[in-house]
């Protein structure tokens, strides 16, 4: 949006009648709505709100009015008013259960492209959800990333498949997604041309980079099948040190998470995010290692793994958490190809 064309003062008339106006109810229109449609939103209004990352319906209904209103300047009750009715036009209350198993029919799976992994997720990892790995370093978390992104892009090559992948940590290598793609029999350049990738300088640049996605999702009409942060934690635990700013730390982290799962449920999108571990030096029974982020991480993460270094090179997935699938063990082998029996 260029700042000459935008009629700010169009803009100011709208705000001020927003304010004036009555709560609405619904919107007399079948089929899918937009935000042009909903009460109160102008020409002027309508334009702003899509600059800045809120151009749909859904997005405005699970938006705050505190993001609104930072974002567009907007009054508070003028946000609510905004944001109410596009709840109200969304039909965003109870649904019965049968309505929520249609919801779920259109979540689909992301392979890992091994047998045993995939069948402890029940076919892989889901859509709609955020899958957490945390494991040490050289498990495996990053060529997970790698593995996810190339068969996210196989399943769907025809139609403008779209990977976003977050990297914190400068190990996003696209000599690897080649490898693994042409493995697949793909072609390799196609597959990186779907695959976005941002590199995440700090924790506010990370959150940037998520919201940036949000934006351009609502914006233009993508593809997207996978979101890929790695690592969730790296920055933040870099930078919020001592016992001080931890309170801080666990609050953007908390954000973070949120963004992230709400893109995954309103676009059915994969997201998965790796986490590091650290040492629980007063643990004497079992796995002395516990992941970063505590509760916040692990309460925002829809299905958690915990991987392992096993014999011989191997590696062990364990599914500690999830909300429909029992706990699980699977070992396998991180190979040129992705990963393979052991
Ligand atoms: P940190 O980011 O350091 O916490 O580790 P990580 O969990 O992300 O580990 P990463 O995914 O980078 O795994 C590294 C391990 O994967 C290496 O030690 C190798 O065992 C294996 N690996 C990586 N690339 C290849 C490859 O091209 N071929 C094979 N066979 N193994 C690979
Ligand atoms: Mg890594």
């Known amino acids: 949006m260029s700042t000459e064309e935008f009629d ?3 803009f100011r008339e709208e705000k001020a009648a927003l304010e004036q106006s009555e709560e609405t109810g619904e919107v007399k229109k079948k089929g899918n709505i937009t935000i042009h449609d909903l009460p109160g939103i102008g020409p002027a209004t309508a334009e702003k709100l899509t600059a800045v990352g809120f151009g749909t319906v859904m997005a405005i209904a699970v938006a705050t009015p505190g993001e609104i209103v930072e974002a567009t300047g907007i009054s508070e009750p003028g946000a609510r008013k905004i944001i109410n009715a596009a709840r109200t036009n969304l039909d965003m209350g109870f649904e019965s259960g ?3 198993m249609k ?3 259109r979540v689909t799976k992301i392979s890992t492209g091994h047998k045993g992994f995939d069948a402890m997720m029940a076919g892989g990892f889901e859509t709609g959800a955020i899958t957490e790995i945390y494991a040490e370093f050289g498990a495996g978390k990053t060529q997970v990333g790698h593995i996810l992104a190339v068969n996210a892009v196989a399943a769907d090559i025809d139609n403008n498949p779209v990977v976003f992948y977050v990297d914190t940590e400068n190990t996003f290598r696209p000599e690897r997604i080649k490898q693994l793609a042409e493995a697949k029999g793909l072609d390799a350049d196609k597959v990186l041309k779907c695959i976005k990738v941002g590199r995440a300088y700090n924790s506010d ?3 940037l980079l998520v919201e940036k996605v949000e934006e351009m999702i609502n914006e233009q009409q993508m593809n997207v099948k996978l979101i890929v942060v790695d690592s969730l934690t790296a ?3 870099a930078e919020f040190v001592g016992r001080g700013t931890l309170a801080e730390r666990q609050q953007k982290i908390n954000k973070h998470m949120h963004n992230l799962l709400k893109i995954a449920d309103t676009q ?6 790796t986490n590091q571990v650290m040492s629980k030096p007063d643990q ?5 290692t516990q992941a970063i982020g505590g509760h916040i991480v692990g309460h925002a993460s829809t299905f958690r793994i915990y991987l392992r270094k096993g014999k011989k090179g191997s590696r062990v997935a364990k599914l500690v958490d999830s909300p429909n699938l029992p706990e699980a063990e ?3 082998y991180v190979t040129e190809g992705g990963l393979q029996d052991v």
């Open 103 to 105: 919801k779920r029919e």
């Open 98 to 100: 049968d309505q929520v």
């Open 8 to 10: 700010e003062e169009k």
């Open 330 to 332: 699977v070992a396998f």
């Open 235 to 237: 920055h933040f635990r």
């Open 284 to 288: 004497f029974f079992g796995d002395p």
């Open 268 to 273: 059915n999108i994969c997201v998965y995010v």
């Open 205 to 207: 640049h990370q959150m």
